[in-house]
């Protein structure tokens, strides 16, 4: 089975401080793992994945295998940042498109 | 290009009913997966159809069912509701051949059961 965590439920930081929002997962197989968004009043969205290697946003995330960890780090955090932020899981081994889902952050900036 | 469309937004049920929530995919995508969102539990996956099959079931009971039409448009059934059913439906589309994890989200059909 896999699973995906997000320890943190609420994250408040003040803009321009470093942010890092923790993403856990386990699962046996090769995983592929994603960030989703979803800014108020806005629907969900790909934020990033890890087999892109890129910078979106100012956001990165690396995948430590060792660790099982997909953190998302930001060096200085944005007013438009807040938002609900969800680590994801895909099986690389299963066809499709099934995600598994972390219960999400909630990401707040303050000025 | 416009998004996922998911109808209806809100909708109000009683115990026992049933419903059936539709999801017009983007234009070109043939992958339509369905997703129950609720603050307990958060982001649930139901299932995933492609080319008018279904590709992967979550687990939920038999109540809940779904399919796909030729245009790709899908929709879902939940028969006998429950209180317990009470979410916020997602519907999401995406090219599906690739299978990149992307998937583009709709704004959800929110159901309350009574």
């Known amino acids: 089975a896999q699973r995906v965590t997000q320890p943190e439920k609420l994250l408040s930081v003040f803009k321009g401080a470093p942010v890092e929002l923790k993403c856990n997962y386990s699962?046996?197989?090769?995983?592929?793992l994603f960030w989703y968004v979803q800014y108020s009043r806005q629907r969900l969205q790909l934020l990033l994945r890890h087999i892109s290697r890129e910078s979106i946003k100012g956001f990165t995330a690396d995948l430590n295998k060792g660790e099982t960890s997909f953190h998302l780090k930001k060096p200085f955090a944005q007013e438009e940042d807040s938002a609900m932020y969800y680590c994801a899981l895909k099986s690389h081994e299963t066809s499709g498109s099934r995600l598994t889902f972390g219960e999400g952050t909630q990401l707040t900036v303050n000025p | 290009k416009a998004g996922v469309t998911q109808t209806p937004r809100y909708l109000i049920k009683t115990r026992g009913q049933q419903v059936t929530l539709s999801c017009s995919p983007i234009s070109g995508h043939r992958s339509v997966s369905w997703y129950q969102q609720t603050p307990g539990q958060g982001l649930q996956f139901l299932f995933e159809y492609f080319s008018e099959t279904q590709r992967n079931k979550g687990n939920f009971p038999g109540r809940f069912s779904g399919r796909q039409f030729s245009n790709s448009r899908s929709e879902m059934n939940v028969s006998t509701l429950e209180l317990g059913d009470s979410a916020l439906y997602l519907c999401?589309?995406?090219?599906?051949?690739?299978?990149?994890?992307?998937?583009?989200f709709g704004e959800g059909s929110r159901l309350t059961v009574l």
């Open positions: 999401a589309s995406s090219l599906g051949h690739r299978n990149t994890g992307e998937l583009f």
């Open positions: 699962y046996s197989g090769s995983p592929e």
